[in-house]
Every structure is written in structure tokens, then in C-alpha cells.
């Protein structure tokens, strides 16, 4: 196992997505967490990412005591990358200090030594890399060797092959580095002789011997699906999928209780509460049917949701800087009766379509754009319940994504849909005034939801879609489209 710590940079999640890539099973947790979380782990590699902190920072996040003592003492090798690089020289005895000169984004380093990461033959070799820090280390503790600088004479990698310690001050996970993936490559097969050899399939095995044909699937509509989406999956469901399935028409119990609520994590927290409640009482309802009450709900939770809905703590993502709360994660209340299955939680949403494959589900449905829990509650801003918003928004939704299919590029688009905005404005057709809404049409291209770019439309597909939408939806006057990546804003409006 290579076992990422995470001190808080937004590219820790990519250095688990590279290594997986390898056929290397990794994982991440916080890097504050107590050694027995790290031990029990029993990891061969640990990497210490980067963040956005100073280790010399009254509040620096580090290691726990004893995580030095353990990996000296195991076998183990460590990697820092960035902030990791500078926790190490700091915590053995050499000196980190506010650079003079900051580095952030593209730069050339030139390897001085021969060294494990970069293969054995690229002594005067440049790279290009990515960097970002302002810190960096003066002076390194005994027994470490500078192997690499920057074009601006700072230290970008070091190593210390007898006691297993190795460092990188760019971030070899960002595709920008040039290098950065072969660099990974070397350090894990060559530097700590790890064998490839995880994949899906190992996934599959294990996950569902625990759940066998126990299963029976709980479509909630909670009134906040998309147009005809309730017959469509049900049907999904019955037809291809042959799963049991019950469907629990949901819509009152949800509409009632987001009436009048504009708060975007008030909306997430009714909802996941809500959720719960209809799988508690279905539970409750399974018991008086068959005399045996289910104990377990499984989830189809992702790696991205855990991340996004509970910041690790030193990552500078306190508490009250939780992106949003995923309705499946930080949404869900703290007396559930049923206990949590969540076979895909460590999974991005690409590695799940690979297990989808592999199972034989419906390539249309492995390739359905991502839709979340909370559904057009978070796209109807504002009120979800004032006048007919979700009507409105379900005949714009069906005309974007219908043309979208049409023009042939569902699948080049990660996720495509249509928001609805709480604001009137004035129009004019059949020579008459207008004062009607105005919605927003957003698409966007991701690897896996946590970073995005908007989808570039060509002009006469927007200039048709906006027609088909003004002419065919009554109360709309008014299209826009979204022209955000992410960051800075979010793939949902809320
Ligand atoms: P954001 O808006 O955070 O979305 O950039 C990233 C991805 O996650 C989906 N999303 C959710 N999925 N429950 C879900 O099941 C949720 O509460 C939730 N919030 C966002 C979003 O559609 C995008 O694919």
C-alpha cells in the first residue's frame, strides 16, 4: 500500500489518482492522523503531500510523534512532495526558511546527481516541472544530498537513499510537470521496489462477497428528478440491470420540507436527512412485510464526495470551509439506525466505470452524466418550491441535453445541465413585453468532478439551443451560459 498523508495542497487527490494508475493500490488520509491510523495501514510507501502552510507556522500540521521512529524502524520509504519535502528537512534537523525568490507555476529544474527518481543516466538533464512555494530548505540534515535544482538555484529534490528519505519541492502529480509521472514511476518501482498489480478486478472481489444477493434497491423520487428520470431509471433498473427494485414516490415529503429554504447547505442537510428517514421507514416496512428488518444501506458513495464534504484537518480547510456537504456524506444525520455500505467510496468516478465494465453494465448507463443526490434542488436557486421553477427547469434541462445528444457530444462533456436563476427580466416576443426567467446553461469537461473546464460549444449549436429553448418553454425569455472552470466556482450552482 502506498499510503498518501495529506497536509491540505488541492492536488493530493491527483497523486492517488497517478499512483492507482500504476497499478499501485494507494490511499489517503489526513496528515495529522494518530500513528495507530498510519500503522495499522502497515504501508510500504508513504508520501507526504504538499499544503498550504509554513512549516514554521504556529499551527503547522505534521506527523505524529513516533512517525519517524516507525518508518526507520519498518522499512519504510517517504516521499515529500512541496510542504512534505520541507517537513522532513525541518523535522530532521535542517533549515527551511521564507524564499527570496517565490517559485509558483512553470520552471526548469536541472538534476545534479544520479538518483533513483529520475532513472540512473539523467545527470544534466532539465525538466520542466510545476512548482509552488514560497519556503523552501537552506539547509539539508545529515546524510541528505541535493539532486536537483531549480533554474533559480533553489533546491527541488533531495534524497537520502540509507535512511529511505526522498523529496520533491515541485509536484510531480500535475500534468504540467513534464517528467512528473515517469519521476513517480521510478521512485515506486525502482527506488522502493513496489510490484504493480492492482487492479479493478481485486476491487470487484472483495466487494462483493460481503453483499452476494442480499440486495434490494430503493429508487426515491424525491420530487427533484429530471424530466421522465423516474421511469427511465426504473426501467433501467428492472430491464437491463434485472435488479429488485421498489420505487418510493417521495415528492410531498421532500417539497414540503424545502419549502421557503434558500440556504444552499440547509437545502443539502434536508435532503440527506430526508433520504434517510424514507430508508429507515423502508426498512421498518421490510420488517413487517418478511419479519426481517435490513441493517445495512449501501451507498454509492465516491472518493470525491468524502473529500469535498469533510476537509482533512491541517489541510487549512477547517470546518467552516467545507465546500459543500455532499447529501450522501456531510449531509446525512447523526442518529441513523442503519449502518453505512459504501463499496465505491474509495473510488473516482472513472474507476467506477471501469467496475461497471467489467460487470457488463449498459455502456449508456456507465456513461450517463453524473447527477446529484440533492438533484434539481441545487439548480434551482433559491426557492426550489416558488411557482413552477422545477417545471420550468426540467423542459429547459431536456432541450439542452437532448440537443447535446443530438450534435453527437454527450460523451466529450462531463456533465451538462441547465439552471434555473431566481431573477425576472424583460423580453420580448410576439411584439409583446416580457418580463420573464432567465436560465443558465452550464458544461463542463473533467477526469473526475474535482477540477473542471467549461465545454466549448460551437456558436451555432448555442445560438439553436437557445432558440429551441425560448420558443418551447413558456416563462422563459432569457438564455446565458456558464463560462466558469472549476475553481473558482463549482460544477453546481449551490
Ligand atoms: P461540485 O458542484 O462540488 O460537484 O463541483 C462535483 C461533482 O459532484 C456532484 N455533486 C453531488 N453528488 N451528492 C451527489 O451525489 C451531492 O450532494 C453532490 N453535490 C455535487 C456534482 O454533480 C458534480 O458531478
Not at 519504510?76 to 524564499?99: D, E, K, P, S, T
Not at 492492482?198 to 452476494?212: F, P, R, S, T
Not at 417545471?391 to 440537443?403: A, K, P
Request: glycine share 8%.
Amino acid at each position: 500500500l502506498v499510503l498518501i498523508l495529506d497536509y491540505g495542497s488541492q492536488y493530493t487527490h491527483l497523486i492517488t489518482r497517478r499512483i492507482r494508475s500504476l497499478s499501485v493500490f494507494s490511499l489517503c488520509i489526513s496528515g495529522t492522523s494518530p500513528l495507530k491510523a498510519i500503522t495499522d495501514l502497515k504501508p510500504n510507501v508513504i508520501i507526504l503531500s504538499g499544503g498550504p502552510h509554513s512549516v514554521h507556522a504556529d499551527n503547522a500540521p505534521s506527523f505524529p510523534a513516533g512517525f519517524l521512529e516507525y518508518v526507520e524502524s519498518n522499512g519504510v520509504f517517504v516521499l515529500g512532495i512541496c510542504y512534505g519535502l520541507q517537513l522532513i528537512v525541518q523535522r530532521l534537523g535542517g533549515v527551511v526558511r521564507v524564499g527570496e525568490k517565490q517559485e509558483y507555476g512553470r520552471m526548469e529544474i536541472e538534476v545534479e546527481k544520479a538518483c533513483g527518481l529520475f532513472g540512473s543516466k539523467k545527470i544534466g538533464d532539465r525538466q520542466v516541472v510545476w512548482m509552488s512555494h514560497g519556503d523552501e530548505a537552506v539547509t539539508l540534515p545529515d546524510g541528505f544530498e541535493v539532486v536537483a535544482r531549480s533554474q533559480q538555484g533553489s533546491v527541488a529534490a533531495v534524497e537520502n537513499p540509507a535512511r529511505r528519505f526522498y523529496g520533491l519541492q515541485y509536484h510531480p502529480e500535475v500534468t504540467h510537470s513534464a517528467e512528473g509521472m515517469e519521476t513517480l514511476r521510478y521512485f515506486l518501482f525502482d527506488v522502493c521496489g513496489v510490484t504493480a498489480g492492482w487492479k479493478m478486478e481485486d476491487v470487484l472481489d472483495e466487494e462483493i462477497k460481503a453483499i452476494g444477493d442480499r440486495l434490494h434497491c430503493v429508487f426515491v423520487d424525491n420530487g427533484l428528478l429530471r424530466y421522465k428520470e423516474r421511469e427511465r431509471v426504473m426501467e433501467t433498473f428492472e430491464r437491463d440491470l434485472h435488479l429488485p427494485v421498489t420505487c418510493v414516490d417521495a415528492t410531498e415529503q421532500f417539497l414540503s420540507k424545502l419549502k421557503g429554504v434558500v440556504d444552499p447547505e440547509m437545502k443539502r442537510k434536508i435532503i440527506g436527512k430526508e433520504f434517510i428517514c424514507i430508508f429507515d421507514a423502508f426498512a421498518q416496512d421490510m420488517e413487517h412485510k418478511f419479519g426481517k428488518k435490513p441493517a445495512y444501506l449501501v451507498q454509492g458513495t465516491l472518493y470525491p464526495d468524502v473529500i469535498e464534504s469533510c476537509p482533512p484537518p491541517g489541510s487549512g480547510r477547517t470546518h467552516s470551509h467545507t465546500i459543500k456537504s455532499h447529501h450522501n456524506v456531510g449531509g446525512l444525520p447523526k442518529d441513523m439506525k442503519l449502518k453505512l455500505i459504501e463499496p465505491l467510496k474509495l473510488l473516482f468516478k472513472d474507476e467506477v466505470r471501469a467496475l461497471g465494465r467489467i460487470l457488463d453494465v449498459p455502456e449508456a448507463f456507465l456513461k450517463r452524466h453524473p447527477f446529484p443526490g440533492p438533484g434539481l434542488a441545487v439548480r434551482v436557486l433559491g426557492d426550489v418550491t416558488e411557482g413552477n421553477a422545477l417545471d420550468i427547469l426540467r423542459q429547459v434541462d431536456e432541450i439542452f441535453i437532448q440537443s447535446i445528444k443530438d450534435a453527437g457530444i454527450y460523451d466529450s462533456i462531463w456533465q451538462a445541465f441547465a439552471v434555473f436563476l431566481p431573477i425576472r427580466s424583460v423580453g420580448v416576443q410576439g411584439d409583446q413585453r416580457t418580463h420573464s426567467h432567465v436560465v443558465a446553461l452550464r458544461a463542463v469537461t473533467s477526469q473526475d468532478g474535482m477540477t473542471a473546464d467549461w465545454y466549448n460549444f460551437e456558436h451555432k449549436f448555442l445560438d439553436d439551443v437557445a432558440r429551441k429553448i425560448c420558443n418551447g418553454v413558456r416563462g422563459v425569455n432569457r438564455v446565458v451560459q456558464d463560462i466558469t472552470s472549476k475553481p473558482p466556482s463549482t460544477i453546481e450552482w449551490e
